[in-house]
């Protein structure tokens, strides 16, 4: 078949955002609407993505390096057919074409491919909708057999062509040979004096092309952006459209209105996910995993059977097997608790690799550490890993017990089964089986008298 190139339409302002942002880079579900719509094109297998940028066109490139995208400038804004001609030069004639927008970031894939899949030199394929209210839009314009003449905008409508409820969704397809030949012949003769993509319609029915219409699954998928309350719309579409699909893969959701998903997250069976979480980049739960509320997971790896409690924060992070984590639990990049470790409330690590069966259950920071199977990390414990310039490394070994509020000074190592007493500050290390004990010998004196007034 012959390759399929994809242009998306981004040039335009989007001043109805009230942003110095460009439209298209604003996030749905924390990644920028254009990303999606590129990612989409992609998984369409798209040869080239040409992208049309205009206003903010600096920031918009800045922001996606991927040699699949190939940057068309439009430097003034002439209208859709004057964009997609700005990137007929970079188009081979016998590409498939697919036009998409950057403002309309949550088309799904398979609608796109019905469109491009049967596409040749002898049809168009154009994507419409129905709309009750269809004030603004493109109007689908059919003849007597129902077969499609033209699309009429809004602004050159008749009053009959304005009672169409059948509309443009702007999304189309046809072959780079016929843009090719089209695209210079546009005028811009219209209500609003620009060059309009739509007008090709009439063109490919004037040359004996057939018009192939299809819609999407759910209207939401060609919902355009134009301001912050589409933008919300969208967002809480996409939301429950991943709350649906975890429920359905196995997940119960205390409220599927409550839960957001920023990224890439994959689950086992029979989860139980409390409101208020967030997951974003990758995350993947294994099952019987709970989810306690308000916890924020991101890129990490919670295996089966593990409980993250309330208000838990997790980052980069590997959770082992029946873990218990939380509530209140920080979890920093580098962290890897084996099974059935606890980490609980008011607890920070950060680059910890911790063995089975381990405890850190209060008040800690255990940073740039390794601990082994079974340690007991007693209430307030610290590990000072900085010196103010390097970093070092505490070191525990199997069975060591750490009694409460002990500093442990990196860098430094305790070897299997040694004991520190309660309040220790570490400096040194400590040999298997050894007691430690680093604080102020205690004096109880007799007879004290309190200072009184003078
Ligand atoms: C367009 C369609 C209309 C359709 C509607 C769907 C035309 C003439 N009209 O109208 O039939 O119902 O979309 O939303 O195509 N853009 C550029 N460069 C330009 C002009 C636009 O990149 O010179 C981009 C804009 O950034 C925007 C998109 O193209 O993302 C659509 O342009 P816009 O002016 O909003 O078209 P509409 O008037 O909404
Ligand atoms: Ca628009």
């Known amino acids: 078949m012959n390759p399929l190139h ?65 940057w068309v400038l439009q430097t003034e804004q002439l209208g859709t057919g004057h964009a997609v001609a700005q990137a007929l030069p970079d188009l081979p004639d016998n590409a498939r074409v697919l036009i998409l927008y950057g403002d309309v970031p949550l088309t799904r894939k398979d609608t796109l491919e019905a469109m491009v899949s049967d596409l040749d030199d002898s049809n168009l394929a154009l994507l419409t909708v129905d709309m009750d209210n269809p004030h603004g839009y493109g109007r689908i314009v059919r003849n007597d057999q129902g077969q499609v003449q033209a699309i009429v905008e809004q602004k050159d409508a008749t009053a009959e062509q304005q009672d169409i409820n059948e509309v443009n969704t702007g999304i189309l ?97 029979d989860l139980w996910i409390d409101v208020n979480a967030v997951f974003e980049g990758k995350v993947s739960l294994g099952s019987n995993v709970v989810i ?16 993250i409690k309330a208000n838990s924060v997790i980052e980069g992070a590997v959770v082992g097997a029946n873990a218990q984590i939380g509530p209140f639990a920080r979890l920093r990049p580098g962290t890897e608790l084996a099974a059935n470790t606890k980490v609980g409330n008011f607890v920070e690590t950060k680059k910890a690799v911790v063995g089975e069966g381990s405890k850190i259950n209060h008040l800690s920071y255990v940073g740039d550490a390794s601990l082994g199977r079974n340690v007991n990390v007693g209430a307030g414990t610290i590990t000072c890993n900085y010196d103010g310039v390097n970093k070092h490394k505490t070191v525990l070994g199997d069975g060591v017990f750490v009694g409460s509020n002990t500093s442990l000074v990196a860098p430094v190592s305790v ?26 010998k205690q004096r109880n004196i007799s007879g004290w008298e309190r200072p009184k007034k003078a």
């Open 292 to 307: 306690g509320p308000n916890c924020v997971i991101k890129d990490a790896t919670i295996a089966d059977g593990a409980e």
């Open 6 to 70: 994809v242009v998306i339409l981004a040039a335009g302002q989007g001043s109805r955002m009230k942003s110095a942002l460009p439209k298209v880079l604003h996030p749905v579900a924390g990644k920028p609407m254009l990303h999606h719509v590129v990612d989409t094109a992609k998984q369409l297998g798209a040869e080239k993505i040409h992208t049309v940028i205009g206003h903010g066109a600096d920031q918009v490139r800045a922001s996606l390096h991927d040699d699949s995208v190939n």
């Open 173 to 269: 397809a046809v072959s780079a040979s016929h843009l090719k030949s089209w695209l210079p012949t546009l005028s811009n003769s219209n209500a609003q004096g620009e060059y309009y993509l739509t007008d090709i319609i009439a063109m490919a029915v004037d040359n004996g092309l057939s018009v192939t219409v299809s819609q999407p699954l759910n209207p939401f998928e060609v919902q355009g952006v134009n301001n912050r309350l589409q933008l919300a719309e969208l967002e809480r579409w996409y939301q429950s459209q991943q709350a649906e699909r975890l429920m359905t893969e196995g997940a119960t959701l205390a409220d599927p209105a409550r839960i957001d998903v920023r990224g890439e997250l994959t689950i086992g069976n």
């Open 415 to 440: 070897a299997d089964q040694a004991t520190i007493g309660a309040g220790s500050t570490i400096t040194r290390d400590i040999s298997e089986g050894e007691l430690a004990v680093a604080r102020g």
